[in-house]
């Protein structure tokens, strides 16, 4: 992993959450007849900056980790989530929004260690968050 190229996404993603929560901040002092949908906003504004939370968390420990492989079942995870944000972000109006490509790396056989069960918890967590997020956003944005 390129740490330069993580330090900036990581970056990106604090000015973007930063941007949000200050959007969220001027909208509420608009006149009441003027806001739409508050309480989803507000819930759009801390799933997303948990959302961030839990990769930062997650990068950071796999960081510390050395040797682990995805198994097919973090890779399907991980593709399920990176499907379901580009559905949401297409939802939201940007047409231009490609697909990342998730690339599997070399299947090999290893043992279930708690190091693999983690990463597998810790995506099933950000996976169901990113769920919520889609609800949300189908519910009312």
Known sequence: MDITAYKLARKDVYVNSANLGSAFQRMLSEPKNKQKNTKDIHKFV???HMLSSYIA???TNLQYVENI???????????KSAYTLGEIIRKMGDKDFKDAEIN???ERTEAHTSDTGLL???LELINK????IQKLTQNSL
């Open 46 to 48: 801390v799933l997303n």
């Open 104 to 106: 599997a790396p070399e």
């Open 69 to 79: 492989v995805p198994n097919g079942a973090n890779i399907k995870s991980i593709r």
């Open 120 to 122: 597998y918890e810790q």
């Open 57 to 59: 968390t997650l990068i």
């Open 129 to 132: 968050l990113i769920l919520d």
